[in-house]
Nanobody
């Protein structure tokens, strides 16, 4: 099972980035997919999750600025990030849950990608 995240980079505050995650080795279409992030010196935190049917949830800190989507036919999940802030700077991890319903804690996810770095300059 592999999750390959891409799309990170350096962007100015107020800018946008789109993260993508390609999954392989599992029928991901039936499981919830998520994104977490970890800033330097901080614990990994939940960003967003999307269930198999497209229902999604977001952390309060990103609500209204970030949109998660998935394409079950391609085993991909994406994170469109707009109005980025310096506090969004972190390594973003794509992950697949062991559940089909929406879950928001790391222990409920079993496969993790390698992470992609997002840096937002002020």
């Amino acid at each position: 099972v592999q999750l390959q995240a891409s799309g990170g980079g350096l962007v100015q505050a107020g800018g946008s980035l789109r993260l993508s995650c390609a999954a392989s080795g599992r029928t991901f279409s039936t499981y919830t997919m998520g994104w977490f992030r970890q800033a330097p010196g901080k614990e990994r935190e939940f960003v967003s999750a999307i269930a198999w049917n497209g229902v999604s949830t977001y952390a309060d800190s990103v609500k209204g600025r970030i949109t998660i989507s998935r394409d079950n036919s391609k085993n991909t999940v994406s994170l469109q990030m707009n109005s980025l802030k310096p506090e969004d700077t972190a390594v973003y991890y794509c992950t697949s849950s062991i559940y089909s319903m929406l879950v928001t804690t790391a222990r409920e996810y079993d496969y993790w990608g390698q992470g992609t770095l997002v840096t937002v300059s002020s």
